[in-house]
Nanobody, 113 residues
Framework: QVQLVESGGGLVQAGGSLRLTCSASMTIWTMGWYRQAPGKQRELVATITRNGKINYADSVKDRFTISGDNTKNTVFLQMTILKPEDTAVYFC??????????WGQGTQVTVSS
């Protein structure tokens, strides 16, 4: 089973930027990020496939950029113009061509006002 290793969370002031990185232990078709704020359901942030198809949540579309390095089975989430409402645990996500899903352990992103 694929393993996901996340890095890059932290504390930042509103308006600032952070970059999240997630590396998979094997080739995987779809990777991306979801997030879960306290008391809320986990929600999509962005996903990318190996052929470059990207999907963003409307709330981040103009502020976050997802990209991938297929040679390293790694995806990046560049987050800019961060808002306090972006505060959440961000989970790396992967899905193979058979539909199997794996989640990372999560990394905390906190945006102070």
């Amino acid at each position: 089973q694929v393993q996901l290793v996340e890095s890059g969370g932290g504390l930042v002031q509103a308006g600032g930027s952070l970059r999240l990185t997630c590396s998979a232990s094997m080739t995987i078709w779809t990777m991306g990020w979801y997030r879960q704020a306290p008391g809320k359901q986990r929600e999509l942030v962005a996903t990318i496939t190996r052929n470059g198809k990207i999907n963003y949540a409307d709330s981040v579309k103009d502020r976050f950029t997802i990209s991938g390095d297929n040679t390293k089975n790694t995806v990046f989430l560049q987050m800019t113009i961060l808002k306090p409402e972006d505060t959440a645990v961000y989970f790396c996500y992967s899905k193979n061509t058979l539909g199997g899903e794996v989640w990372g352990q999560g990394t905390q992103v906190t945006v102070s006002s």
